[in-house]
């Protein structure tokens, strides 16, 4: 962890220093993080983790796992860093069938959404599986809203981008949930993956769209509906296909709230640094 500490650091202190330019910051703000990109050290020590992040000048995180730990007792270790969870990530069967209990967590983390990142599915994503996804996602999302306060999202993934009408299986969930209860967080990398443009479904839905996973897809990697990739294909941002300032920009006329660096790869300790780096570059 401490080699893993110093490296973070240095490479941060390196990527600040060459990136300043003139000009209005486009995204002025310090980055949240998802607590995936750091699930096998969180996994083994917490607390020297969130010091690993917090060194980072991470405040904001959204969690996906409580590691072993109850809800007040990761609460308590965020507390002590001044780091607050601003969203909780569970499982899908988990958020229709343990509502309660997610939401009773959720609220001891002291999150404001309770996110859902996949649909468990066999073969490509159908209409008959939308149809469910959406009854299922306005239940949720209703019974977090009415009993907890919680804002309930829904996480693409990239297979829902199968067409149908006009558009696409997504348009069809975006569009048949209730915006009382149901809301969305954009992923950069699995809206490209599968052939969308991430800045131009923000557009499309500017009012849906509350929270983001900011991600890049390495040069040369081609795309397709499977919803998976290799990790090893997760890049620092900014130096793969997508077109970081021009979703930053969708997304800041729209107004999302909590924008979450996630970094799947095992490189993550060296390019964590590059992307907070690289979005303190990004100048208008």
Not at 145 to 163: S, V
Request: one cysteine or more; hydrophobic letters at 35%; proline letters at 5%.
């Amino acid at each position: 962890m401490k080699i893993k500490h110093l490296t973070l650091l240095a490479a941060l202190a390196c990527g600040y220093s060459a990136s300043a330019q003139k000009g209005k910051p486009l995204f002025p703000d310090q980055p949240g993080m998802v607590s995936y990109t750091f699930r096998s050290s969180l996994s083994k020590d917490a607390a020297a983790t969130l010091d690993t992040i917090k060194a980072l000048k991470i405040t904001d995180m959204e969690f996906s796992s409580l590691f072993g730990k109850t809800a007040p007792e990761l609460r308590k270790l965020l507390d002590e860093r001044g780091i607050k969870c601003s969203s909780f990530g569970v499982g899908y069967e988990d958020a229709l069938n343990k509502t309660q209990e997610v939401g009773n967590n959720a609220k001891a983390l002291g999150a404001s959404y309770v996110r859902v990142a996949w649909v468990p599915h066999k073969g490509p994503f159908t209409l008959e599986m939308a149809e469910k996804t959406v009854a299922d996602f306005n239940k949720i999302g209703k019974q977090l809203k009415d009993e907890f306060g919680l804002t309930f999202c829904y996480h693409n993934h990239g297979y829902e981008f199968e067409k149908h009408g006009d558009g696409t299986l997504m348009d069809y969930i975006i569009q048949k949930t209730d915006p009382k209860y149901v809301s969305f967080e954009l992923d950069m990398l699995w809206t490209f993956f599968p052939g969308q443009d991430p800045a131009a479904l923000i557009n499309k839905y500017p009012d849906r769209f509350k929270l983001m996973h900011m991600k890049d897809l390495k040069k040369g990697i081609t795309g397709n509906l499977s919803g998976g990739t290799p990790v090893e294909n997760d890049v620092a941002l900014g130096t793969g296909q997508i077109d970081i300032p021009a979703v930053l920009k969708a997304a800041r006329k729209a107004g999302l709230k909590h924008y979450y660096i996630e970094d799947e790869s095992p490189s993550y300790a060296r390019q964590v640094p590059q992307s907070i780096a690289y979005l303190k570059s990004l100048k208008y």
